[in-house]
Structures are given as structure tokens and as C-alpha cells.
């Protein structure tokens, strides 16, 4: 690993767990453009401000890069008081009709860090099921000022209200491979719709959470599919870990290996538990079926997060996608191809059946384009 990337890890675990950062990392030249350009680029700027202020004073970025830091995060802020003023108006919105959604991912996990509005926030998912999505539509369709397109899919319908993008869904996850697909609503069933392990509540409020034996295995499930799809950053990694410290005393550790392992993702699951234990310092007693033989493949794992950045933005481009359909759909191809070629060795045997029912989705929809 090269000294920018520990003294970077070591300041992102510094921020995650209230440790002291490891000073005889500093005593080297900083290059602090690359630090906090990795920490943007990755969606952990909040979390790594909180290990920069743990740093002696002669060691920290000069003014004008902590000005622009402080810049950051004060948007970071903004966003997540907005995110919450949001939040509270659909699903009230959505309670006094008899609908009680069920918050996934997002502000759900962002109460678990030291300082939560400082976690970088994306949009609201909520879960409402099959019996009242079609109400829950309804009532959301009158909601507000439309701001945005808005879109139905197979697995949500997707809004904007005061710049802040929504989205209802149906299913709570699927996946175009209609074996793991299979598997995945039976589990969706059992945890979820039929309440196995019973659910919490978002800040003392009627808004209610999943399950903390779904949402160990369904925060590693929306992971694992974004990074096949196009990459992640390391902010969905630390959701995760985080997630697996915070609720170890309450998980069922061995039935999560069972639920993980049905879905055909136990390997990807061990390389993934490499980078949470050895790179962002989750204590290994916490981590279900650690496996140290999946450390090499944890550092080329590694190495693709940090190239690609937050959900693929950052992957090599090749240019501009072009504005006609079938140009656009090739450009976007030839990305798809690099990304699976540099990823399959992971995990060929999931990686390999999601991406050839993918790939087969992709043409029957080009093909109904015509």
C-alpha cells in the first residue's frame, strides 16, 4: 500500500471509531490534495474531517485546503438537514393514510456514525410492499411541487421533492438472475414482510427500520450489486461495517452466513470482510466467516474502489457518451465490459451468472427501443 493510502485509511478509521491516528504515519511529507481528493471521490469527506482533527496541528492541511474542507462539509450538512426535512414530511404524508414505510439504507445507517449529519447522504428509499404501493403512489403523485422526471421501474417509483430524490418501492431488492432472484424474495418474505426479527424505530418517530437480521445481509446485498453494476465508494463499506459493529451482540452470525451463502456471495462476502476488518479496523470478532486466505483478493478488491470512486464515477471514460441511443447503449457496453473483465476473478461463479442475465436484459430492452 503507498504512504498516501495509510495515512489515508489511518485518518478514515480515526474518524469511524474515535481512535487516535497513528502520528509516525505524518512524519513523511502529506500530500493533502491527494488525501482529500480520495476522501471526496470515495463520499467519506465527513468521516475523515473527524481524523484530521485528531492530527497535531503542525501536521494538518494548510488553510486554504482545510477551508475547502470545511466548505464540504458544511454542504454535507445542509444536505442531510434537508434529506431529514424530507423524510419526515412523505412518511408523515404517507402514516396519515394508513401506510407505514419501512426506511432502507441512507439517514437508517447514517445514525450510526460518531456524527451522522456528517455522513455523506444520497437519497430516500422506502420500503412499502406490494398490497399499498399503488396507493402510496397515489398519495405521493399530489405531494408538493414536482421538481425532476419522475419514473416508475420494476422495483420502485421514483420522485424529487425539494431537491431531494425519492423513491417508493415495490421490492425491496431484486436481482435479473431469476434463481438468486427467487431466493432473495423468499428472504425479503421472511425478515421483512413477515417481521422474523422484528423491527426498530427511526429516532423515536412511527418511521420504522428493517430488521437487523435483514439488514446486515441486504446492506452487504446492495453493496455487492452496485459494485458488479458499475463500483462503489468506500461510504456504502463503511455503512456495512458499521452496521456489523453496532448490532453483534443481535445478529444471529451463523444464520447470516446461511443467508449469504443461499444467494451464491460467501466469497465476495470473505473478501469484502477483509477490507472491513484489515483496512477499516472492524474488530474481527465482529465479522461473521473471516477468512485471512481472501486478503490478496481484498487488496485487488481494494484497488478497484479506489480507481473507480462512489458508484463508478470515476472509472476511465473514454470520452463523452455520445447523445444517439444505440452510440450511447455501445459506449456504455465497451464500460460494462472493462468493468466486469476487471472484477469477474472476484467471484466468477455470482459475478458471472448476474452480469449474463444482465447482459440479456440489456438487449431485449435496446431491442424494444426500436
Not at 467519506?44 to 477551508?67: H, Y
Not at 421533492?161 to 438472475?177: C, I, K, M, P, T
Not at 473483465?341 to 444482465?358: A, T
Request: glycine share 8%.
Amino acid at each position: 500500500m503507498k504512504s498516501v493510502e495509510k495515512q489515508f485509511f489511518s485518518l478514515l478509521r480515526a474518524g469511524l471509531w474515535d481512535l487516535d491516528v497513528d502520528t509516525s504515519l505524518f512524519e513523511e511529507p502529506i500530500d493533502w490534495q491527494t488525501i482529500l481528493e480520495m476522501g471526496r471521490k470515495q463520499t467519506v469527506l465527513g468521516v475523515l474531517a473527524d481524523g484530521i482533527a485528531k492530527l497535531p496541528s503542525e501536521s494538518r492541511p494548510s488553510k486554504k485546503d482545510t477551508q475547502w474542507l470545511q466548505s464540504q462539509i458544511f454542504k454535507i450538512r445542509k444536505s442531510h438537514l434537508l434529506l431529514n426535512q424530507t423524510l419526515k414530511e412523505v412518511t408523515e404524508l404517507l402514516l396519515d393514510r394508513g401506510i407505514r414505510p419501512v426506511l432502507l439504507k441512507g439517514q437508517g445507517v447514517a445514525r450510526l456514525y460518531r456524527y451522522p449529519e456528517q455522513r455523506q447522504c444520497g437519497d430516500i428509499d422506502l420500503y412499502i410492499g406490494e398490497t399499498l404501493y399503488t396507493k402510496a403512489c397515489e398519495v405521493v403523485s399530489a405531494y408538493g411541487e414536482k421538481s425532476g422526471k419522475e419514473s416508475e421501474s420494476q422495483q420502485h417509483y421514483h420522485f424529487n421533492r425539494n431537491g431531494v430524490s425519492v423513491e417508493l418501492h415495490r421490492l425491496a431488492a431484486y436481482s435479473l438472475d431469476p434463481f438468486v432472484d427467487k431466493r432473495l424474495q423468499c428472504f425479503v418474505k421472511l425478515y421483512l414482510d413477515n417481521g422474523y426479527a422484528g423491527y426498530e424505530k427511526y429516532n423515536w418517530s412511527n418511521l420504522l427500520l428493517p430488521p437487523v437480521q435483514f439488514d446486515a445481509c441486504y446492506l452487504f446485498y446492495h453493496l455487492a450489486k452496485h459494485f458488479l453494476m458499475e463500483g462503489i465508494g468506500l461510504r456504502q463499506i463503511c455503512d456495512w461495517t458499521l452496521y456489523l459493529y453496532t448490532y453483534a451482540d443481535k445478529l444471529d452470525k451463523e444464520q447470516l452466513l446461511k443467508d449469504i451463502r443461499s444467494l451464491g456471495m460467501l466469497r465476495l462476502w470473505e473478501i469484502f470482510g477483509c477490507i472491513a476488518v484489515d483496512y477499516l479496523g472492524l474488530p474481527q470478532s465482529n465479522f461473521p466467516g473471516y477468512n485471512p486466505l481472501r486478503r490478496t483478493q481484498a487488496a485487488d478488491l481494494m484497488n478497484s474502489v479506489l480507481s473507480v470512486g462512489n458508484f463508478g464515477h470515476y472509472a476511465p471514460s473514454g470520452g463523452f457518451r455520445p447523445n444517439d441511443y444505440y452510440a450511447g447503449k455501445w459506449y456504455a457496453f465497451r464500460k460494462w465490459i472493462w468493468w466486469k473483465v476487471k472484477i469477474l476473478r472476484l467471484n466468477p461463479y455470482w459475478i458471472g451468472r448476474v452480469s449474463l442475465f444482465s447482459f440479456g436484459h440489456s438487449i431485449k430492452v435496446a431491442l424494444l427501443h426500436r
